[in-house]
């Protein structure tokens, strides 16, 4: 690890100040990620500006149903809260199924959108990666890949810079995604408020940005609106726990009179964002809510599919899981859930 | 930088401590508290759980700056006056202790559980600990473990 | 041996848990050495094979807290004879990815580790030759397997007896490299004192590391002492020296005061060693009745190209099932890869992982319950030594296990059984490991009072040899155990091999026993049986192998019954329930005993579902070298399991009666996973680990 600084600041506003001043410097919540990576020699800021309990630990609620989960809220009180628990529960149950007891306690959800990739070369400096060192190529693409992205990558050639197959490891945030949530930032400019679909971005030409945030920018509370239907959250993985996801689903499905009227669907461990399917949400609207449609719906979606050598196997895993989570919720009164 | 910390609650003050270090080193290298295991680095392995402001965390992960005016209890403060906590003594009556490596990120996590939830079922048990890897025992004996640490603090 | 049967067997609390329970057990980096301690960093090679072309340590030099930072071309050199990857920092030759090109000694490790990132090392580099194949056509037959087995045994006409059998199976298995990853990383702290070395080490036996540091150093056995009296876990790859040992004493030299090197979990994967990946091709030949008529195994597998290790893994095939013509046959591709090593039952993991999947699938063939299949091979004699047994007790572990599990009526038909959407199957497979003992030396001393001073030079890296031997020299003395002091883990106590193979307590234990009898002995004879006040110490030796083990073909022996539920959408794989039986002689503490046996088949579990470590054959490194990526089971991975053993003894092995219980418990279980992945989905996978991605790679999904 290299020699850097570490600064608290007296409030947001100062935080963000001193960030704007440091182009090389970081904010640092739980730390859970970003230490790691420095010890790793992947992160090499020279200033970290302590933010985790800067930003607010408060859950408000919104006058629509809603919550504003501050940036500070760890992962850990997020998923334990009450409201959490029963309007949204695909986030209470993405909260948990991420990581482990400790992480989550320190973890913030601010950070937690902002976790970088676990692709072991981009964790592998000796190794080359665009995200990491732009332009060093992308080991993944024919190389280890199983758990990589089967949608959106950007696939040139090992050696074109803007390769890259990875996905993106958060839970939270594909629940996030699912639930339309609003990020709001505070930079060196002010204030602004980023639709969650338009945070992550796909690696396109430069594999080394995550997000559209700014430098300087600050994660400084999350929106989700009010719901209104059952969700839940689904991941497979290669262990029991404590284990990236091979494939999630976060899913929130509204059925009347044996009709889906309303639905939203997010694919984790598939992309270099959480992946909203929206093609499938599309399909899905006033089909009945049978396994037919549903399996139509995830085709339609899957269609765009581009997997590697050896993780084809992703596209049948989200097509069955995706068809199983929205059967669940299917299977349960809407009318009654929400009374 | 200055290190400013209250552990097993005594204050303890360190010095030119360097920004890169992590509140595990600190313990460990500089407050000559080794019990807190260092084994990945990474947040792992859980072997470096300790409590910070009453939270178990992976002290792998913390850094030093961010332990500055907390509170922070590792497994030398479970015992008091000498005596093992009911957890400890449950692990070493259950037999799940083996090589000992995982062992005092295990009791940390194990106490905290039973500080929350009295009487955790088993599935609270596995999930509970599960930040915390052993690859001695197979982790049936540390749920004995836990188990018999409920049984005997339900006792009056 | 009526003094033997008080304290053995009982289930005694490990004296060594209150220290480990409250942190303050002194593992290796945590010895006090007397003096300000050093720290040492290591710069790996990023290539395979090669030779370094430029290595600049100027930098690193510069930098406030770096004592020295050692490379080829400044190192002390070492003595000639050390073997494999202990000749550290000796030349520019680069043999493997994660060799050791310099080291960084610093004030702090934090000092030490950004010091090496500071080093530019650039390489004359040959592409990497690391991929196992069956087809290659450098694989070769070495002269020996690790353990002193033959390379190969052939028995009758192997190749008719296949051609001319009614049922026949032809498959094969493969296992992938795997890491130790015992939760404490490798740590020598090393202090020299003149020309006296002390190290004090995480290893699996002093006397195991002091003859390489005698070599390396030039020193006498005299001048060495190594201590390591708290291990956190080993798994083999604590068994022998490795380049920590020889960089700590090395630069603890050059800077003149303690330095102490404690891996990174990443540097575990290159340097201390690994299981081999294995390719093994399975066939069995057997009658309409399931009686077997040939059995062939043959194994490929890797080794270095600096080190040969040859990984016994047909040797199981060797003992545990009778047939009339019969081969096992090894061989090696010599590989741009670290120096494999001994990984928890090496040879018997991977091999009965093969042979124990053939017998189902053989079963299968068959239309015959795979219980019942094993009970029609079981072997009068050994089959190939064609020796009687010591004792062997395989039929009775498949039939109580078989009885405790739930066994009778089970639907021989796969993929029928389902609880939601679980697919649910069980399955079965045997253990078995080798029985053995080495040479041991004791000293027992008594003081007037009767309290007993036992010295020999074990080592408990967790499994419970310290109070396992504590009860055996209470027994032996006839004594209780809190008049009884053990001191184990110290080069300058008697002499002991290593804790390996098994063979722990048979050796260290028997030492023990020889070495107290000539106490009472004495003290009857010459002291009308009371310790006299100025106290008595005698010394023993235990030669070796049991004068038995000529003439008898010794084994421990085991039955894993396992449950196995297969998520239908996801291929995600439980283990919820298993039931392990064992045929282990004499158990010495019930509660170490079952907890080590646990352990074994867990980390067969663990084996079955998640371990491997995944080699990127252009760049040729492990990718996943963490804890992160290289799976463990975690705690929701590892379901009921039910373990016993047989009230058995064996007093042809040791007069303990005991065979060994380290092992045993990993032998077979990953086939027992298998074979019920099998019964519970109709899909055979034959290359571990069984992650979800091969459930639609079988399905022919993906």
Redesign the interface.
Known sequence: ??????E?AADPAAAVALLAAAPDGAF?G???NL??L??L?VATPDV?V?V?ELTSREVADLPDGGLRIGAGV?N?DLAADRRVRERFPVLAQAL?AG?????R??ATTGGNLLQRT?C??F??V??PCNKRSPGSGC?AL???H?NHAILGQTIAGSDDPATCVTTHPSDMAVAMVALDAVVRVLGPDGEREIPIAELHRLPGSDPSRDTTLRHGELVTAIDVPALGMPSRYRK????????FA??SVAAALDVRDGVVRDVRLALGGVAHKPWRASAAEYVLRGMPATEASFAAAVESELEAAT?LR????K???AR??V??TLLDLAGRDTERELA | MRITTTVNGTEHEVDDVWAGESLLYVLRERMGLPGSKNACEQGECGSCTVYLDGEPVCACLVAAGQAIGREVTTVEGLATEGELHPVQEAFVEAGAVQCGFCTPGLLVAAHDLLERVPDPSDLEIREALAGNLCRCTGYEKILDAVRLAAARQARP | MTTMDRLVGAGVDRIDGPAKVRGTAPYAYEQDPGEPIAHLAVVQSTVNRGRISRLDPSRAEALPGVLAVLTPANAPRLGKGLASDLPVLQSLDVHYQGQVVAAVVAETSEIAKAAVGAIAVGYDAEPPDVALSPDREDLYAPEKLMAGFATDSIIGDVDGALAAAVVSIDATYETPTQHHNPIEMHTSMARWDGDSLTLWDADQGPHNIVNDLVTGFGLDAGQVRVISPYVGGAFGSKAFTHPNQMLAAMAARVVGRTVVYELTRQQMFSLVGHRTPTIQRLRLGADPEGRLTAISHEVVEHTARIAEFAEQTATPTRVLYAAPHRRTTHRLARLDVPPPTIMRAPGETPGMFALESAMDELAVVLGLDPVELRIRNEPERDPERDLPWSTRNLVECLRTGAERFGWAGRDLRPGVRTEGRWLVGTGVASATYPTRRRKAQCRISVDGAGRYVVEIDGSDIGTGAWTALTQIAADALGTDMASVELRIGDSRLPFAGGAGGSTGLASWGTAIVFTARDLRKQLDEQHGGQPPAGGLSVDGELPGESPHAKTHSMHAYGAHFVEVRVDRDSGEVRVPRATSVYDAGTIVNAKTARSQLLGGFSMGVSMALHEGSVTDERYGHYVNHDLAEYHVATNADIGEIDISWLDVDDQLANPIGLKGIGEIGITGAAAAVANAYWHATRLRIRDLPITPDKYFRELGES
């Open positions: 690890m290299r020699e850097f600084r570490y608290r640092l739980g730390g859970t230490v790691d420095m010890k020699g970290l302590d985790r760890p850990a948990l990581a482990s007891g400790q992480l306690n320190r676990r072991g070369y964790t592998d000796t190794k080991g024919e190389g280890v199983r497979v993985r290669d262990r029991a726990s404590f284990a091979l494939v997997p050896d993780n084809a196997f596209v049948p895993m069955n899981v068809v199983r």
